[in-house]
Nanobody
């Protein structure tokens, strides 16, 4: 069974840091673009950032650019989200996702929409207190 499992969420004060992990099992996602999305209560799921299959290309939402960094270790079938300078508005459930139809070989081809991702994790809560 294919699974994506997020971990690393928690409660942190504003200005603090957290590192999320997304571990894949059941198949390799080495050829897929992977991404982080988040959803706050009462809001739609929003794109946070993504990384190409090779790890060369990345894309971030303007709201997190310069504060968040996505990386991946294909040998471990794991993706990471390093979140620094956290703000209360970053509070949300964070989901990892894989788009098996998109390698992201060119930065313009990176998928940014939830419908382009065909595997999802169950989410991990991140709460930033002011």
């Amino acid at each position: 069974q294919v699974q994506l499992v997020e971990s690393g969420g928690g409660l942190v004060q504003a200005g603090g840091s957290l590192r999320l992990s997304c571990a894949a099992s059941g198949r390799s996602f080495g050829g897929a673009t992977m991404a982080w999305f988040r959803q706050a209560p009462g809001k739609e799921r929003e794109f946070v950032g993504c990384i190409s299959a090779s790890g060369v290309n990345t894309r971030y939402a303007d709201s997190v650019k310069g504060r968040f960094t996505i990386s991946r270790d294909n040998a471990k079938n794991t993706m990471y989200l390093q979140m620094n300078s956290l703000k209360p508005e970053d509070t949300a459930v964070y989901y990892c996702a894989a788009a098996t139809s998109y390698s992201g070989a060119w930065s313009w081809s990176l998928p940014l929409q939830p419908r382009q991702y065909d595997h999802w994790g169950q989410g991990t809560q991140v709460t930033v207190s002011s």
